[in-house]
C-alpha cells in the first residue's frame, strides 16, 4: 500500500512543474497506452514503490511523466534504466551530466530529466536527448530558410526537400505522438507538430518515397513553420 503522504507530496510536485490542467479521457488512453503506474512498475520489479517517491522527491529519480485522471502516477517502463546504467541512484547526476562537454547544458539537462518532462522520447537516454536536439534545430533552420528563400536557390530541390525528410523521419522515430494534455502544459504546440507534422504539411514527399510514407499530417490553423517553435523554460515538448 502506498504511503498516502508521499503520493500527496509528489502530486503537489508534479502540479508545481506541470500546472494544473484537466486530463481527458482521450489523454488517460494514451498515458495508458505509454506509459505504466508507478506502483506496476515497482511491484514487477521487485522495487519499493515509495522508496522511489522518496527518490523523486529528494531529486534523485524523474518526476511521473504524467498523473492520470484516477490519480495513477504513469511513469516509463524503463524509469529505472538510467540509475542501473550508472550504477545506482548516487552516481546518476554525474554520469548523466558527463554526457554533455558543457557542464552548464548538462545540468540545465539533468533538471529537464528530473522534471518528467521528457516524455517527448520513447526512450529518454542522454544520446537520444541530445540527437532530438540536433534534430529539432536542423530542422528549424531548414524550415526558416525556406520561408527566406535562401533554402535552395528560388525553391527548395529534390536534394533539399530529401535531406529534410531524412532528419524528420529520424525525429518521427524518437518522439512518441503527445496527447492534447502536453500542448497545455507546455503552452504551444510540440516539437513533433513544429518539427514533424509542419514540415511534412507543408513540403510533400514527392516520387515513390511519398507512396511509402502516404499523404502529410493535417496542417494545425497555428502554423508552427510560420511562427517559430516556443518552448518554455525547462519544458521539454
Not at 109 to 118: D, I, P, R, T
Not at 134 to 153: F, H, V
Request: proline fraction near 9%; glycine fraction near 8%.
Amino acid at each position: 500500500m502506498a504511503d498516502r503522504a508521499l503520493a500527496r507530496r509528489i502530486a503537489e510536485r508534479f502540479r508545481e512543474v506541470n500546472g494544473d490542467h484537466p486530463m481527458t479521457a482521450a489523454d488517460d488512453a494514451y498515458v495508458t497506452a505509454q506509459f505504466v503506474p508507478l506502483e506496476a512498475l515497482c511491484a514487477s520489479l521487485g522495487r519499493d514503490s515509495d522508496a522511489a517517491r522518496r527518490l523523486m522527491l529528494e531529486r534523485m529519480l524523474p518526476l511521473p511523466g504524467y498523473l492520470r485522471s484516477d490519480g495513477a502516477e504513469m511513469v516509463p517502463r524503463d524509469l529505472f534504466g538510467l540509475t542501473d546504467a550508472a550504477g545506482g541512484s548516487g552516481r546518476l547526476r554525474a554520469w548523466f551530466t558527463a554526457h554533455w562537454e558543457d557542464r552548464a547544458r548538462g545540468e540545465a539537462e539533468w533538471e529537464a530529466y528530473l522534471s518528467g518532462q521528457y516524455v517527448c522520447l520513447h526512450a529518454v537516454t542522454p544520446a537520444h536527448m541530445r540527437r532530438k536536439d540536433e534534430l529539432t534545430a536542423q530542422i528549424t533552420a531548414a524550415l526558416a530558410a525556406a520561408r527566406t528563400g535562401t533554402a535552395d536557390g528560388p525553391g527548395p530541390s529534390s536534394a533539399w526537400r530529401t535531406a529534410l525528410h531524412a532528419r524528420v523521419d529520424e525525429l518521427d522515430a524518437l518522439e512518441p505522438a503527445f496527447t492534447a494534455y502536453d500542448r497545455l502544459r507546455f503552452g504551444g504546440p510540440t516539437s513533433r507538430d513544429t518539427c514533424v507534422d509542419a514540415p511534412r504539411a507543408l513540403f510533400p514527399r514527392v516520387g515513390p518515397a511519398a507512396r511509402v510514407h502516404g499523404p502529410p499530417g493535417r496542417q494545425r490553423t497555428s502554423d508552427p513553420a510560420v511562427t517559430p517553435p516556443r518552448t518554455p523554460p525547462g519544458a521539454r515538448p
